[in-house]
């Protein structure tokens, strides 16, 4: 697996297939693993990545605290290292923040934004939650323990009506073997809970669509409303259904969205030949 050595940080990624590049983004506590359903299905048609950005996965520790652009101007230094085309972005959760971040500091490097499960701003409620799983990871001996205990919040109260499903991912959970630290994760979770990104949106001008689960207990969809009232060119998806982990509770629902939004955007290029 390869590494991209920057000035201040080494990024860890994964990479498969050709065509266009396709950057995917983790959010809180994840790293690349979390999307491999996604470069299975999409590295047929596309170069897909999954980065691990800074503190977390097999990218560099950080040594002091950092914001969601620090994250972004290092995803903006990879895609430039690599020489890439504008890529499409997909980003989850925080990883959807640094996606409005590095579409706003860099449009030039992005050719359409994918936003899941994610907010465009911390606002007092947001920053309670995340206070709370703050208190959960001090209580707990690694990160996979602490989706264990906040399974709840992550995906829908359908989700456990199979009860094999919420024990396989758990176990899912378990097998990572980059362990990521107690003090890297709470400087993610400071990172999240800085992010503020409103009062800039409209200066995002690329093809935009904006995806939530109805049972969204993390970023709940009222989040969502708000990056498509202020985002001119977005579409708004709800997912019936499902809660934050939209990619891991229906993946069949989530690549046939996030494929259908690919296609329409080369649409007129078909009408115009």
């Known amino acids: 697996m390869p590494t991209c050595r920057l000035p201040n940080v080494d990024l860890f990624y994964e990479e498969r297939g050709q065509g266009e ?9 994840g790293d690349h693993l979390y999307w491999l359903g996604q470069l299975r299905a999409f590295s047929k048609y596309y170069r897909c990545f999954a980065v691990d950005c800074r503190d977390v996965g097999q990218s560099s520790e950080a040594t002091e605290p950092y914001t969601i652009s620090s994250l972004a101007a290092d995803l903006a230094a990879f895609l430039r290292q690599l020489n890439l085309p504008p890529a499409h972005v997909v980003g ?34 947001f ?22 205990a906040v399974l709840p919040w992550w995906v829908s109260y359908q989700f456990f009506v199979d009860s094999g499903r919420s024990s396989w ?13 107690r003090a890297s994760f709470l ?42 009232a202020q985002i001119r060119q977005s579409q708004l998806i709800t997912v019936p259904g499902v809660g934050h982990a939209l990619p891991i509770e229906n993946p069949g629902q989530f690549n046939a969205h996030l494929r259908e939004f690919l296609v329409d955007l080369k649409a007129p290029q078909r009408r115009s030949a």
């Open 21 to 29: 590049p396709m950057i995917f983004l983790h959010g809180l506590g």
């Open 187 to 228: 400087r993610q979770l400071e990172t999240a809970r800085q992010h503020d990104a409103l009062a800039r949106l409209s200066g995002i001008r690329c093809p935009v669509m904006i995806l939530v689960g109805e049972d969204d207990a993390i970023a709940p969809p009222r989040y969502s409303l708000e990056l498509h």
């Open 92 to 125: 989850l959760s925080m990883g959807g923040m640094i996606a409005q971040e590095l579409a706003l500091a860099n449009p030039e490097l992005v050719e359409s934004l994918v936003l899941v499960s994610t907010l465009a701003r911390s606002d007092e409620w």
């Open 169 to 181: 991912l758990c176990w899912l959970l378990r097998q990572n073997p980059e362990v990521q630290s």
């Open 127 to 148: 920053g309670a939650t995340l206070q709370a799983f703050e208190l959960i990871r001090l209580q707990v001996p690694n990160t996979a323990a602490f989706f264990e």
